[in-house]
Nanobody
């Protein structure tokens, strides 16, 4: 059974940083792309960043480019999201997601391309 467990969320002032982690288990982590999504109250789930199965390709939402960095450690079955220069608009529950297809050539940016999700971790940025 695949499990994704996020950690690292919290309360931070605008301009601050947080690093989210997502530990995976239950399948061959290194075969699948991983993504981060977020959902603010009353809004749809939104793509944030994704990384290819081998780490040699990433994709970011325009709103986080230059501020957030996704990375993965296939030896530790863990994906990370380093978030710098945080803004109040970044406040949301952040979800880690595992791709539905092995060795996908292009990282997915839509929730439908991911079939495993973590429970979410709250990130709150105060002004």
């Amino acid at each position: 059974q695949v499990q994704l467990v996020e950690s690292g969320g919290g309360l931070v002032q605008a301009g601050g940083s947080l690093r989210l982690s997502c530990a995976a288990s239950g399948r061959t982590f290194s075969s699948y792309a991983m993504g981060w999504f977020r959902q603010a109250p009353g809004k749809e789930r939104q793509f944030v960043a994704a990384i290819k199965w081998n780490g040699r390709g990433t994709n970011y939402a325009d709103s986080v480019k230059g501020r957030f960095t996704i990375s993965r450690d296939n030896a530790r079955d863990t994906v990370y999201l380093q978030m710098n220069s945080l803004e109040p608009a970044d406040t949301a529950v952040y979800y880690c997601a595992g791709d539905s297809l092995e060795y996908r050539s292009v990282v997915g940016t839509t929730p439908a391309q991911y079939d495993y999700w973590g429970q979410g971790t709250q990130v709150t940025v105060s002004s």
